[in-house]
């Protein structure tokens, strides 16, 4: 079984989610918006939305909101249908906000679109309200210049992507940033122009360098092993943690997974009459949506939005349990402060079934894990990875009130 691809009609893709919702605009001179859900379901976004920027797993829209007195970034709640204004008190100008699926908020505040104006990166808690701020901590480049820093991404880890510059008079130096959470890192050295565009849930980030009079270079930055990795076949459109990139070369546009191109255009089901033009955006599950000209028998239709969607992930009858087993010694036995369980070694068959498994556990930490594996479905690929992450966290947990540590 191949892609199967989804007509979204004569409106632009702006971004899909890891569950596979879309933002859509209309056409004209003040166009509507709309989420069109995973079921097929199109939902009018209110009229007071001018922009729409992203979309989460939790149904929230990250959007341009026009108010009474000016323009504002809120996050639209699709469930509730309110509206929740982000504010920096102190900074009126947010530059590119983008939202993750704890509900964090990154971007850039400042006093104004001078770069020299107190321009920091900040991430907003939608839970709490509060905010955290990230500063241009590293050394001036040169001694005596203004640094400012801009965040441009964050993952489901709290970790985020971004730049942070120096300007002396006409003189000015870049580098892509990583935070951790805590720390700054600079991924390169301090160029003419540098940007950090994207990262992923496997904290992988997309990169870029200009030099003066040298070239443009984008590059894949592994946050994990600090390796820098110049990408050269073709220009990066977008990356999943699947280790996926939709790419473009000469007007094209290509997917890279597995050590394999493929063009997006042959990924269409043979005779579904698709030329796609453009591709925007791609989530975990490889999901792609994108622009194109649709030919049918009743003539050609162009500027539709279109939903490229992979096959299935499939799990042969009867393998659920061995792979939840896998991945629960996996996680038991590999994390820290784990291993050792109610003052003692537990003997956990690494393969062996599930049941076996659960039951050499103790019993209040059996009692936590077993609504989680219940509950555990693996439709998409990145079903393993969610299912792997909620066992951590519960396993983790446990070990803090058990241990002291996790």
């Known amino acids: 079984m191949g892609y199967s691809v989804v007509d979204l009609g004569p409106m632009q893709p702006q971004g899909i989610s890891n569950r596979g919702d879309v933002i859509l605009t209309g056409s004209g001179l003040n166009p509507p918006h709309f989420v069109r859900l995973v079921d097929g379901t199109l939902i009018t976004l209110p009229s007071e939305i001018i922009a729409v920027q992203a979309i989460n797993n939790d149904r929230v829209v990250l959007a341009l909101v026009q108010g009474s007195t000016a323009r504002e970034y809120s996050l639209y709640n699709l469930e509730t249908n309110t509206t929740e204004p982000i504010a920096i008190p102190g900074y009126p100008t947010i530059v590119q906000p983008v939202l993750n699926n704890s509900g964090d908020v990154v971007g850039t505040a400042a006093k104004s679109l001078n770069v020299s104006d107190d321009m920091r990166g900040f991430i907003f808690n939608r839970n709490t309200q509060a905010v955290t701020w990230v500063l ?200 820290p402060g784990v291993a050792i369980i109610g003052g003692h070694l537990v003997r956990i068959p690494p393969h062996g079934p599930l049941n076996e498994l659960m039951a050499a556990l103790p019993e209040a930490l059996r009692n936590e894990l077993t609504p989680v594996i219940k509950d555990a479905h693996f439709r998409e690929p990145t079903d393993v990875r969610d299912f792997r992450r909620r066992v951590t966290s519960v396993i983790s947990s446990y070990s803090r009130r058990t241990f002291g540590r996790s």
């Open 136 to 335: 241009p901590t590293l050394p001036s480049q040169p001694p005596g210049s203004t640094a400012f820093l801009e965040l441009k991404d964050i993952n489901d880890l709290g970790h985020a992507i971004g730049v942070q510059g120096w300007v002396l008079g006409f003189d000015q130096l870049e580098v892509p940033v990583f935070y951790d959470g805590a720390n700054l890192r600079a991924v390169a050295n301090p160029t003419f122009m540098s940007n950090g565009i994207r990262i992923t849930n496997d904290d992988k980030l997309w990169v870029w360098f200009f030099g003066r009079g040298g070239p443009e270079v984008e590059a894949i930055y592994d946050a994990t092993t600090d390796t820098l990795t110049p990408f050269s076949n073709g220009r990066i459109v977008d990356l999943n943690a699947n280790g996926q990139i939709l790419l473009e070369h000469e007007f094209n546009y290509y997917l890279q997974s597995g050590g394999f191109i493929t063009a997006v255009s042959d990924l269409f089901p043979s005779g579904s009459g698709w030329s796609p033009d453009f591709a925007f955006r791609m989530n975990d599950s490889g999901a792609i949506v994108g622009w194109g000209e649709l030919h049918t028998n009743a003539g050609s239709s162009a500027g539709r939005g279109f939903l490229l969607s992979p096959p299935p992930l499939r799990i042969p009858r009867g393998k659920r349990d061995d792979i939840i087993a896998i991945i629960l010694w996996g996680v038991i036995n590999c994390g």
